[in-house]
Each structure stands twice: as structure tokens, then as C-alpha cells.
């Protein structure tokens, strides 16, 4: 058995991040507010310079309290990723 000799320090960042992330994969997309009950913070304001693009692009959009993917934000979902990874 192989044993685990590393581990990744998930910072508060990083937490946000990876929960827009992995929401904004679903089509449901992610709750703003379980986002802003889990850290505390409103996530359009959080990432509000990264997804300033892909709101005006129309790759994201808020609906039903909810940040999604639009239909063309699907095709390139890597685009509004990559954008919302800390540095």
C-alpha cells in the first residue's frame, strides 16, 4: 500500500475558486448565495475583475441567484476558468 507523503494547502482563495469552478461545470451552475454562506464574501464582488470579460463576452450570467454558463460559455468554459484560478 501505497501512503500519501504530500499534500496541497487549500487556501481560502483557492476554496473559492475551486467552488466557482466545479459549480460552474453543472448546469445548475453555482448558488451566489451558499457561496457567500460558505466564505463570507459575495462572489461577484470576490471575482469581480475575472469574470468582468466573461460577463461581457456572454460566456456567464447570473440567474435565479445563481452565476452559470451560458449556452456559448459551455463551448469555452476553460476561458472562464483559468480566469478565476489565484495566482
Request: hydrophobic share 50%; no cysteine.
Amino acid at each position: 500500500m501505497r501512503q500519501v507523503v504530500s499534500g496541497e494547502t487549500i487556501t481560502p482563495e483557492l476554496g473559492m475558486a475551486d467552488m466557482l469552478i466545479l459549480g460552474l461545470r453543472l448546469l445548475d451552475g453555482v448558488s451566489l448565495a451558499a457561496f457567500k454562506e460558505r466564505f463570507g464574501s459575495d462572489a461577484l464582488d470576490v471575482f469581480d475583475e475575472a469574470l468582468r470579460e466573461p460577463f461581457a463576452l456572454g460566456l456567464v450570467a447570473v440567474e435565479e441567484g445563481r452565476l452559470r454558463l451560458t449556452e456559448h460559455g459551455r463551448l469555452l468554459g476553460n476561458e472562464v476558468f483559468v480566469r478565476l484560478l489565484p495566482d
